[in-house]
């Protein structure tokens, strides 16, 4: 069983930064590959970034590549998603989840966390 948490969601400018953080609870987080989705008002919830348990694989959505990074530190249970270049419609809530391997597909993702909104004004 694991436990997500996200935090470091906020209103910026469009061009800013944000750092989301995903908190994991749970002997097992390290096994597990983690991924951040975002679903915006009106749409549905949509893959964004994933990282294997190691670290040393990820894989990110186009709308994001070269913008976002995806990060964990197993020691301290987290996983981090840099956002830079922030536009507008990347405003959704964002959302991580834990899966078996890593992958982009969101129902392989067993555990969620509940979210935490972000919020890119022009």
């Known amino acids: 069983q694991v436990q997500l948490v996200e935090s470091g969601g906020g209103l910026v400018q469009a061009g800013g930064s944000l750092r989301l953080s995903c908190a994991a609870s749970g002997r097992t987080f390290s096994t597990y590959a983690i991924g951040w989705f975002r679903q915006a008002p009106g749409k549905e919830r949509e893959f964004v970034a994933t990282i294997s348990w190691s670290g040393r694989s990820t894989s990110y959505a186009d709308s994001v590549k070269g913008r976002f990074t995806i990060s964990r530190d197993n020691a301290k249970n987290t996983v981090y998603l840099q956002m830079n270049s922030l536009r507008p419609e990347d405003t959704a809530v964002y959302y991580c989840?834990?899966?078996?391997?890593?992958?982009?597909?969101?129902?392989?993702?067993?555990?969620w966390g509940q979210g935490t909104q972000v919020t890119v004004s022009s």
């Open positions: 989840a834990a899966a078996q391997k890593l992958i982009r597909t969101l129902r392989e993702y067993d555990y």
